[in-house]
């Protein structure tokens, strides 16, 4: 069965380092998604990505944060200068059509510690 | 403001035994509401996705309700598993396309 793929599973960095958080999508899928979840807290949408470009993005996704596809199978976030507050699990979803009435799968999550 | 609220924040069950989440949100307006599992480490699995003209949907063992008049949700599991050990997660989708989410319920199926 196609699954949501996500590189590294875990990522350890330096605090102002830029991190490139890695995403393949299911490949028939249009719409693609990055979620975060602080240890312990609930998952906080960051940004949707349709027809090469950002659909919707929340507060969070502030000008530290760029989201690409930079080949049409991969699906990246990258944090330019990372804080100790980006420490969370990072998730990578993707729909098939429009993620109102589609379901959402998502991917195994990229654990990012700053240090 | 758009909130979704998840009782109980934790619950443990023997296995065998049934157990009834709750979702409360004050998402408005509304789109769709959704259940997720998630198991520790690891993304979460979409379980129901409803509308708000749908009252009552399932997924095997698993039943979700919707009032959308009272905005109240809930998720009940029959004849629980070891495996069904993991969080519960509400999500709200608002007609602006916002996704809020839950804290979810840690359920915790004993043997």
């Known amino acids: 069965e196609p699954e949501v793929t996500q590189t590294p599973s875990h990522q350890v960095t330096q605090m102002g380092q830029e991190v490139i958080l890695r995403c393949v999508p299911i490949s028939n899928h249009l719409y693609f998604y990055w979620y975060r979840q602080i240890l312990g807290q609930k998952v906080e949408f960051l940004v949707s990505?349709?027809?090469?470009?950002?659909?919707?993005k929340s507060e969070i996704f502030d000008d530290q944060f760029s989201v690409e596809r930079p080949d049409g199978s991969n699906f990246t976030l990258k944090i330019r200068s990372t804080k100790l507050e980006d420490s969370a699990m990072y998730f990578c979803?993707?729909?098939?059509?429009?993620?109102?009435?589609?379901?959402?799968?998502f991917g195994p999550g990229t654990r990012l510690t700053v240090l | 403001k758009n909130q979704v609220e998840q009782s109980p924040q934790s619950l443990i069950i023997l296995e065998g035994k049934n157990c009834t989440l709750q979702?409360?949100?004050?998402?408005?307006?509304?789109?769709?509401l959704r259940w997720y599992k998630q198991d520790t480490g690891r993304g979460p699995v979409s379980l129901t996705i409803m509308t708000f003209s749908e009252n009552t949907k399932s997924n095997g063992r698993y039943t979700a309700t919707l009032d959308a008049d009272t905005k109240q949700s809930s998720l009940h599991i029959t004849a629980s598993q070891l495996s069904d050990s993991a969080s519960y997660i509400c999500?709200?989708?608002?007609?602006?396309?916002?996704?809020?989410f839950g804290k979810g319920t840690k359920l915790s199926v004993k043997p």
């Open positions: 979702c409360n949100y004050t998402v408005s307006p509304f789109s769709n």
């Open positions: 999500v709200v989708r608002g007609s602006q396309g916002n996704l809020i």
């Open positions: 979803a993707s729909t098939p059509g429009l993620a109102e009435y589609n379901e959402q799968f």
């Open positions: 990505f349709y027809n090469n470009e950002i659909s919707e």
